[in-house]
């Protein structure tokens, strides 16, 4: 049989369903094998091929269904680099196959370029992935298996494999094509029931615990460990890539502490006396860059499957514990019979009363009449949707923030970003793959008008396909975040935030008109709108421009302070603009000594 058709049907026992891809001449066989065996999702732009296939494995996180991302030699490759980064950061499981000229034609470094659209692939993306290799003669099922599974443990993280054009239009006879470099996936060494014993007394000596959960402990793992935590009453925050983990209702739930975070869930877990990270890795958005004033008045535990995460030496830590987290958290589970039932019920009562005290959407936003205020539509979009619904914000920006700060999420409904990266454009192609992983439900997208500006091509995907997308652009009519930080620390020397300052943007009603997919402005609240309901329950594709006033602040977030010499300083993630008046910070950080609850 031809090798092409070998790999695809190796990816296809695996679990793969679906691909996306553009097309090219150095992959023109293994897109005519994937064409019938699997379903081939065609985009406009490689980097889209990878995000969607990343956001559709995370949306079809509990029934294991897979897809990668084809893309071609050259430009193929280079154009997706950017995806390929950012589920390198995120640590989520990303296979792209790549084209290759044939290997007659590899330069080898020798020169700089031999083959059609020859372009070092490999070498490339070699510190951005698990594996990164080019593919010179057959592989056998064993071995692509072998490299596959790298992307889905012990760490997550892309693979990726380039294979020469010649090496797929090969006819070999499966039975003697035999695996020669077998790769060893290691197991992650269990925890010690000594590191156990440790945690767990902490735990016990805890009057104010935290659990932070990150995208490192698997949506499953905590699912099946929930109703232990709701038992026991242990307060839970989550990361933003485990910002669906939990209903926002639910009473041990702590909110989304970070430094664009929700104001009273930084207030929480920075007067917490100890915080335990499951699969957090506690990057500088989560400390705040002030790390040294992370959780000040207790201990840290960082439970992580890294080692080299672990060997940071911020934020100050008690325990580290190289393991998975779901394991850890298991285990833990079956020893709570040793806490007292209710022990942390005042911790749980102090937790309520600082969330009753400081709302998620300020009065401070409301800004401008005649534009909408981004925390009040993102507030009442949440109270609007279902579970059933998949909530995709972008990955940079207000709109991103306002979003991650106020959006009221249920539990079951899939909420997803990727923002290690932080690259404008990702919104709508990783909303793409939501939207094709369950074809049955509405997705929700939505993105700051810069942002979707970079990859509105895409546009013609979601046409083509009737995806039930809804799509939300929150036009303020340029880069927002950049015009605040132009505002903030250059006296409003603006460049390149703007149309007056170098950025075209288009009419948006009229894009999406050319595309046929109905679209109105939206310019206040809308739960009394019906036109905005209407459209919002249709089925098929939608979008809806948010008009925000151009100079509308992104509040609460904690600030910096440039000083002479150029240093910056940060305040600690709980003291966030616009302060506290005296006598409220003195009620929602009565916890914390005197000197840590004001600037």
């Known amino acids: 049989m031809k090798y092409s058709d070998y790999f695809i049907e190796s990816l296809v026992e695996l679990g793969y369903t679906y691909c996306f891809f553009v097309g090219g001449g150095n992959i023109m066989h293994l897109l005519e094998s994937a064409r019938t065996r699997i379903e081939c999702i065609a985009v406009v732009n490689e980097v889209s091929?990878?995000?969607?296939?990343?956001?559709?494995?995370?949306?079809?996180?509990?029934?294991?269904?897979?897809?990668?991302?084809?893309?071609?030699?050259?430009?193929?490759?280079?154009?997706?680099?950017?995806?390929?980064?950012?589920?390198?950061?995120?640590?989520?499981?990303?296979?792209?196959?790549g084209g290759q000229a044939r290997t007659n034609l590899l330069s080898a470094g020798t020169i700089r370029q031999v083959?059609?659209?020859?372009?070092?692939?490999?070498?490339?993306?070699?510190?951005?992935?698990?594996?990164?290799?080019?593919?010179?003669?057959?592989?056998?099922?064993?071995?692509?298996?072998?490299?596959?599974?790298?992307?889905?443990?012990?760490?997550?993280?892309?693979?990726?494999?380039?294979?020469?054009?010649?090496?797929?239009?090969?006819e070999i006879n499966p039975e003697n094509l035999?695996?020669?470099?077998?790769?060893?996936?290691?197991?992650?060494?269990?925890?010690?029931?000594?590191?156990?014993?440790?945690?767990?007394?902490?735990?016990?000596?805890s009057e104010r615990p935290v659990f932070l959960v990150g995208g490192g402990l698997s949506y499953l793992d905590f699912q099946k460990n929930l109703k232990f935590l709701e038992k026991w009453k242990i307060p839970v925050a989550t990361t933003w890539n485990a910002a669906d983990y939990l209903?926002?209702?639910?009473?041990?739930?702590?909110?989304?502490?970070?430094?664009?975070?929700?104001?009273?869930?930084?207030?929480?877990?920075?007067?917490?006396?100890?915080?335990?990270?499951?699969?957090?890795?506690?990057?500088?958005?989560?400390?705040?860059?002030?790390w040294e004033d992370f959780i000040p008045v207790g201990d840290v535990i960082r439970i992580d499957i890294d080692q080299?995460?672990?060997?940071?030496?911020?934020p100050k830590s008690e325990l580290l514990i190289q393991a998975d987290a779901g394991e850890v958290l298991s285990r833990m589970i079956q020893?709570?019979?040793?806490?007292?039932?209710?022990?942390?019920?005042?911790?749980?009562?102090?937790?309520?009363?600082?969330?009753?005290?400081?709302?998620?959407?300020?009065e401070a936003t409301y800004q401008f009449e005649g534009y909408a205020n981004p925390f009040e539509l993102v507030h009442e979009l949440g109270e609007l949707l279902t579970k059933e619904d998949q909530v995709i914000p972008c990955s940079s920006g207000g709109s991103y923030t306002s979003m991650m700060q106020a959006f009221p999420q249920h539990q079951g409904q899939l909420l997803t970003n990727n923002k290690g990266?932080?690259?404008?454009?990702?919104?709508?192609?990783?909303?793409?793959?939501?939207?094709?992983?369950?074809?049955?439900?509405?997705?929700i997208l939505v993105e700051g008008d810069g942002g979707f500006a970079q990859n509105l091509s895409e546009i013609g995907t979601v046409a083509n396909r009737k995806l039930n997308l809804k799509m939300f652009i929150f036009s303020n009519l340029g880069y927002a975040s950049i015009r605040v930080s132009q505002k903030a620390y250059f006296e409003g020397n603006y460049v390149g935030c703007d149309?007056?300052?170098?950025?075209?943007?288009?009419?948006?009603?009229?894009?999406?008109?050319?595309?046929?997919?109905?679209?109105?402005?939206?310019?206040?609240?809308?739960?009394?709108?019906?036109?905005?309901?209407?459209?919002?329950?249709?089925?098929?594709?939608?979008?809806?421009?948010?008009?925000?006033?151009?100079?509308?602040?992104?509040?609460?977030?904690?600030?910096?302070?440039?000083?002479?010499?150029?240093?910056?300083?940060?305040?600690?993630?709980?003291?966030?603009?616009?302060?506290?008046?005296h006598d409220l910070a003195q009620e929602c950080f009565s916890l914390l000594p005197e000197n840590l609850r004001t600037v």
């Open 178 to 205: 035999e695996s020669k470099n077998d790769q060893q996936i290691p197991d992650m060494a269990a925890t010690s029931e000594l590191e156990l014993e440790n945690i767990m007394n902490l735990l016990l000596k």
């Open 499 to 581: 149309g007056p300052t170098g950025v075209g943007l288009p009419n948006w009603i009229s894009v999406f008109a050319s595309y046929g997919i109905p679209a109105i402005e939206v310019n206040e609240s809308v739960k009394n709108n019906k036109n905005f309901l209407t459209l919002l329950s249709n089925s098929g594709p939608a979008a809806f421009i948010i008009n925000i006033h151009p100079d509308q602040s992104f509040l609460p977030k904690v600030t910096s302070r440039i000083f002479s010499d150029g240093k910056m300083k940060s305040n600690p993630i709980h003291l966030m603009d616009p302060q506290l008046d």
């Open 335 to 362: 020893k709570f019979d040793i806490l007292q039932v209710n022990q942390f019920a005042s911790w749980n009562e102090k937790i309520k009363l600082i969330r009753e005290a400081l709302p998620v959407v300020e």
């Open 247 to 290: 209903d926002f209702t639910n009473s041990i739930y702590a909110g989304r502490p970070n430094t664009y975070g929700m104001r009273w869930a930084n207030a929480v877990i920075q007067q917490a006396d100890l915080v335990v990270a499951f699969g957090a890795r506690l990057g500088l958005q989560q400390t705040g860059f002030a």
């Open 421 to 443: 990266l932080a690259s404008m454009g990702y919104g709508l192609a990783g909303a793409i793959g939501s939207a094709i992983a369950f074809k049955d439900k509405r997705t």
């Open 49 to 97: 091929a990878g995000i969607a296939a990343e956001y559709f494995n995370v949306a079809n996180r509990e029934n294991g269904r897979r897809a990668f991302a084809l893309v071609t030699a050259g430009p193929g490759l280079t154009n997706i680099v950017t995806a390929v980064a950012g589920a390198w950061l995120e640590s989520r499981e990303l296979l792209v196959i």
């Open 115 to 170: 083959g059609h659209q020859e372009v070092a692939g490999s070498k490339i993306l070699q510190p951005i992935t698990k594996i990164s290799t080019t593919v010179v003669e057959p592989m056998s099922k064993k071995l692509i298996k072998d490299f596959v599974e790298t992307s889905q443990k012990p760490r997550k993280g892309p693979v990726f494999l380039e294979i020469c054009l010649d090496v797929t239009a090969m």
């Open 308 to 314: 080299d995460e672990l060997d940071r030496e911020n």
